[in-house]
Structure formats: C-alpha cells, structure tokens
C-alpha cells in the first residue's frame, strides 16, 4: 500500500478502513528499512498539517497505581462527551520483558472495543530515544484521523517520563495515597515534570490522601515548578501544579481531573505556552534524533570501535583524562579521510503481512 | 615553559614556584590553540596518576546566599585542621557580564591571601560544557600539587549546578531560611542533586529556619532521594541527603557541617560508592565531551549550515516532522563524500604572557 493510499485513507476513509489504514501506517514509520522509512517520511509530512489540533496528555505512574483503570473510566468519559480518543503507551521494557505495559486490548475491556477509541501498544523495539520517535509519529497519524484527544501513557522506566513530558501538552502523574512516614518516593527529576499530581485509590484510605496531597502541594511550591522567574511576565497568568484525588476504580474524580485539565489548557492557550511547548518539543525532538544520529555514526566507524574499550577501560581506570580520551577518539573519527561505511539499519524483519497478528488492528 | 618543566612544577616545587606553574599549566588547559591542547593533554595525562585523592566538593547557591563568606570560614577552618583548599569555580555567565561569581582575591580576603589555599576563577569563555572541563581539568592539576580539598562552587545559572554535582564528590546546596508560605522557589532539578542541604543565616530568622529545614527534609524523602530502589543492596548503608543549619558570618556551624562531610565520605567510600560516581563521572564527561564535539562537527558542515535554518523554521511552523527533519539534515551531512573542513578552533589570544595582570597568579 503507497504512502499516498495510507493517507487517504487515514484522512477520509470509512471507520474500518480509517483503522485499516492507520495501522499499517503506524507499522510503516515503525519500520527501519530505508524504502519504507522514505515512504514513512512523505505520508508523516503530508499529514503534518491535518495535525496539531489534538490534545496530548501524558499520563504516568509505576506499576499498580491504577492508569489502565483510570484511562478506560476517562476515555470513557470523554467519548461521552463526544471526543476520539487515542490510547498510545511508551514502554522502553517492552524490548527485553515483552512490557510492564500490556497495551492491548485485555487491559482495557470497554474502551478498546469502542469505535471512538484507538489503543495502539507501544512499539517493542528499540531504545527509547527510538520507542519515542515512533509513539510521536504514530500520535500525528492519530491526530490526523480526527482523533482529538491523544493519551500517552508510561511507566516509570529509566526516563520514560521525561519523553513522554516532551511530546504532551500536559503531564500527569499518578501516585497512591500512601503519605506521611511510609510516603512513596517518587522517582528523581519526575516530580518537577508533572503539571497535575493524581493520588489515585483515594478511597481506600482517604486520611492519607489527604496527608499526601498536602505533602505533595507543599513540595511541588519548594521546587519552584512555577518556571524560571525571568521568563514570567509581571501579568501572565501561570499554571500552578495541582494536586487532586480520585478513585478510578469507582468511577469518582474524573469529571473533576477534566475540568482540571481543561483549565489548564485554556490558561496554557491564552498565556502562549502550549504553543510555545510544542515548538520547543520539537526543536528538541529534531535535536535528539540528530545527536542520536550522530553517536550511531560515531559508535559504529571502524577505527572508534577499535579503539574504544580500550579508552574508556583507560578513563575508568583512571589513566587516561576523560576530555583527553574524548579528544583522542574524535581525531580518529575525524581524521579517517575516507568515511566510514553507511550506517546500516539494524536487522528489521519485512513489514508484518495484513493477516499478522502482532497488531490485530491490521 | 614546556608541559614536563610544568609537571615538574607543580609536583616538586616550592611554594612559590608551584603557584606560577599550576597558574601557568591552567592557562594552558584553557588555551583553544591545537599546540597548547596537545600539550596540555601530554600534562593532564602525566599528572593524573597523583591526582584523585583530594575530595571534591560542590558548592552551590544564588547570588546573596553567603556563598564566600561560607567558603572563606570553611577553608580556614580546613587548613586549620591541616589540609590545603583549592577553591575553583563554574560560572558560564562570567563569559557575557564578567561573572556574578568574582571569584577574585576580593571576596575571599584572608584565604585567599593564605599559602595553603588557592584560588582560582572560572575561564571566561566558552559553553557551560567547556567551562566544565575547563574547571574539572584545573582540579586535576590542584589535586597533583597536593590539595586535598578541592572546593566547586557555583552560582545558579543554567545548568551549571548539573556540571558541578557531576565533577564532584559530594554537591551541598546552600539556601536561605525564609520559609513558610514565602518559601524560596528551588530551581528545576537542583534539589534531586543535593547531598547535603545547608540553610545558611539561620541566625536572621530562627524560627524560618526551623521550618525551612522540616519542609526541605521532608521534600527530599518525597522526592526519593535514596537512589533507585534497584541498585540498592538490602544492608547497604545508604546515605540520605541532611539538612543542616548554620551562620557562616559569625562562623557558627562550620564544625557541624564537616562533621557532616566526613560522615558522608566515610559512608560512600565504604559502601563503594565514591569509586562509582567518579567511574560514573569520568564516563559521562567523555561522552559529553565526545557528543559536543560532534555536534559541533555537524554544526560547522558547509551544506548542514546551508540548510539547518530553513530546516529548524520549517520545523516550528509545523511543516516539517522533526524526525524527518532530522533524518534530512544527517543526511545531507552522510552523502557529502567530502569531509568537512575541521572545525577551526574559535579565535584565541596567545597565550598570556607570565607578567599578564589576568590572572595574578602567574
């Protein structure tokens, strides 16, 4: 199937054939053969402008905390109100474990079988520098097919949060409502992401949520998440992390969560910053995926691989400086005349014929 | 002078003669010329083996906190006690206005008139990464000429309490004790760095104090300071970062915070993970070394220069996928069968001349 039938039917096909369509299309960017990503390329710039228009909402929370449950209840909820809802997950584990996020449709019994919704898993190779780029693609293809809400959801592997922060409008994270002494740690640099706090399961001990909201309010002002000072004008209006409870399980807080959410988008639009966000996210997406770029050259030139376990075992050892090494390895990268071999893709099996089940939506 | 006569220097001189040649040797560490690197490589490399036994402390705190005064009380108090201090500095601001850190012999009046202290301010020039290395390879060479304690510190610009917590042993966060609902806002991250909190001027305001130090103790419990649940051994003595208050003007708790110190260089040095910083630091600087050097590589590629602004505001107009923009740009990059010309070193004057008021040291 060419890009340009993918796009048709993405952007008007009927509802099984919209699905058709996206699936393949999703599988397509996830491909890393050069034809296909060439051909991933031209529908992803041709989709572009249809869009942009959705919003992205990240959600976080380890294990247990309830998301599958609250993202079924939510994305329940704003069908209701006449939204589509995308469903996408970043799970770098997935490579190695098979997922600690399931992302199929047994999670989410209700939602995933309703024809407003789209759950896609995430995509099970790769670094996550790599999962990343293919759930910002496949969220562009979502969006392009009228989806207007996009929820990606992660747990919390290496920095998997910090990615999915950078490519959502807004970042939630969840928490259970264990406070006072016994309270969860949560994970180093993942709390100044957040811009709405969830203590979830609030009604199996409502005493504690409490303490943990307050813990919770009260840490999220120490560190300062009303942005750097010199960049906030006198009479803008900012965004103050929230901090709220709900019980998903029960069906409670979530029209709550929404009117949060929707507050924080409409402050977010009139101040400048959502657009303003995402221009940013994608300076530094264009950014990361070039230094990313760069290091797979640097890594895979003969003479560097050559030479390199032996550097860094001479910097760990404590012989060699480290700029000193960094020096020594970019001259011989830099002084090959003749340039190393293309990089080549790594082994990719051919694009998953239409009757695979690895994605049952193709 | 050339790098052996400046080795000779700094590990057998006299006193004075030591001076001129780690002044000297610094100068030449930050000198861009293609020369001086490779010289200064040769004495880097020759001095390491006598380096590495000093412990290196990172300092931090806006401008006001008390900063010099803290540091002029600790550094008496050390050689004091029988140890040499060098005090260095990371300011990537002095580049533009000349530095909100002085880092000159007026802030710190009696230590750094002190022959058992050296002091050092930050190089002028240049990215916050080459800053960074500039000052990690300045501890080098204090450390060979038997400074035992290496003091960082660093004004809250940028990331540059990111480049101090990675270069050192131990990163100690100063703050003032206005708490309560007027708490000072921490920056983005800086507050997951610290090993130690110090709420300096406790002596203003008694009480704030207090209170200041409940908040960011329990703030930092919240925020799981305890390392990553996983690589932690079930009875391996952890350290868990303190808060601790003193008054650096009238020199009240300068015994309590290296009590402090010692207590956190013991237990890190035991449990192994001292060692495992500095293997972790050492790595971590060569990469960053090596990933700035090729993406100043890229920068500087005639046709990549060509294309990059177009490309970016093709970007943030929401034209262009990032990825796809990406992929375009290391392209262009890949296909020139020619290689670039190298990156020529960015103007530098010669080096200073040994009579040169810049740095009065030399």
Redesign the interface.
Known sequence: MSSSVLQEGILRGDSAGQRRAMAKAITLLESTRADH?AQG?AL??AL??HA?TAFRLGISGVPGVGKSTFIEALGLYLIEKGHRVAVLTVDPSSTVSGGSILGDKTRMEKLSVHERAYIRPSPSSGTLGGVA?KT??AM?VCEAAGYDIVIVETVGVGQSETAVSGMTDMFVLMQLPNAGDD???????V??LADLVVINKADLDPDAATRARA??T??L??????G??EHVHHNEAIWHPQVIQLSALQGRGVDAFWVEVLRFQRLQTENGRLAAR??QQ??A???????A???Q??RAHPAVRAALED??QQ??A??????????Q??AIY?SD?V?AE?VKAPEQPPLRPSTGSGHPEI
């Open positions: 990503r390329d992803l710039t572009l402008p942009g780029e910002r693609e562009l309270l969860q740690a949560i994970k180093k640099g709390m100044e813990q919770i009260s840490s002002r120490l560190l300062g998440l009303q750097h000072p995402r221009q994608a300076r997406w264009m950014w990361e995926r070039i230094d770029g760069l290091k050259r640097f550097t860094t910097v760990l404590g012989t060699l400086p480290a700029s000193t090494a960094a020096r390895l970019l830099e005349a340039r293309p």
